[in-house]
C-alpha cells in the first residue's frame, strides 16, 4: 500500500478564522490545478467553528512532496492563523519522505497495522 492519509487538527487564532479559510482555499485551488497525485483534501469544522481538521489522501509518497512544493508557499501564513493541535500521517512513506519527515514533531507517523479497505 503507497497510499498515505494526512491529519490535521488545528485551532484559529482569535479573529483568524475566515484568513485560514481563504488560504485554504487557495491551496485547494492549487491542488485542482497542479496535483494529480492528490486524492483528496477535506475540510471539516467543529460545532462553533473554533478549530478545524483536515483529511488528506496522496496516492504516494511522491504525490505528498508535491503538495509540500506546491503549496508550500503558504504554510508561514497559515501557521500565523491557527496552533496546531495534532498532526498524523498514515501509511508507509519512501525513503526521501520519512528523512523530511525526521526533521519535525509533525506529523506524528503511524504505519501500517492491519487493514480492511472494501473500497479499493
Do not use: W
Not at 10 to 19: S, T, Y
Not at 23 to 40: C, F, I, W
Amino acid at each position: 500500500m503507497t497510499e498515505l492519509i494526512g491529519i490535521a487538527r488545528f485551532k484559529f487564532h482569535e479573529g483568524k478564522r475566515e484568513e485560514y479559510l481563504r488560504l485554504s482555499d487557495q491551496a485547494l485551488e492549487l491542488e485542482r490545478a497542479n496535483e494529480p497525485g492528490t486524492l483528496a483534501y477535506d475540510l471539516y469544522l467543529n460545532a462553533d467553528q473554533s478549530e478545524c481538521m483536515f483529511i488528506e489522501r496522496y496516492r504516494d509518497s511522491e504525490a505528498a512532496m508535491a503538495h509540500t512544493a506546491n503549496v508550500g508557499h503558504l504554510f508561514a501564513s497559515v501557521l500565523e492563523t491557527v496552533s496546531i493541535v495534532h498532526g498524523e500521517l498514515l501509511g508507509q512513506p519512501s525513503p526521501e519522505l520519512r528523512a523530511n519527515l525526521a526533521a519535525s514533531d509533525v506529523p506524528v507517523l503511524f504505519t501500517p497495522y492491519r487493514s480492511l479497505s472494501r473500497d479499493r
